[in-house]
């Protein structure tokens, strides 16, 4: 069984930043890609980025590009997302996601979910 437990979330300004990590649970981080999802209020859940195994390639949602990071440690099973340049429409719920490929996750095909973290960015 895999474990994705999310931290990070909060409240900012916008303009400001965050960073949101999800640590991974058993030993088999290296076998999974890793993604991120946010779901707003009222809203689906949408794809927002992804990262390969070994962390080489990286996908994103046109909506974060330039402003997001996702990036990966296999020292700590652990998975971040680094938020700049916030936005109000970025406020969400953050969901880490594990699943076969970026390509896969983009398409909201994954294997694991975490319980997920909330980010609120006032105006």
């Known amino acids: 069984q895999v474990e994705l437990v999310e931290s990070g979330g909060g409240l900012v300004q916008a303009g400001g930043s965050l960073r949101l990590s999800c640590i991974v649970s058993?030993?088999?981080?290296?076998?999974?890609?890793m993604g991120w999802f946010r779901q707003a209020p009222g809203k689906e859940r949408e794809f927002v980025a992804a990262?390969?195994?070994?962390?080489?390639?990286?996908d994103y949602a046109d909506s974060v590009k330039g402003r997001f990071a996702i990036s990966r440690t296999s020292a700590k099973n652990t998975v971040y997302l680094q938020m700049n340049s916030l936005k109000p429409e970025d406020t969400a719920v953050y969901y880490c996601?594990?699943?076969?490929?970026?390509?896969?996750?983009?398409?909201?095909?994954?294997?694991?979910w975490g319980q997920g973290t909330q980010v609120t960015v006032s105006s």
């Open positions: 058993g030993r088999t981080f290296l076998s999974y890609a």
């Open positions: 996601t594990a699943g076969a490929s970026t390509l896969l996750l983009a398409a909201k095909t994954s294997y694991y």
């Open positions: 990262i390969s195994q070994s962390g080489s390639s990286t």
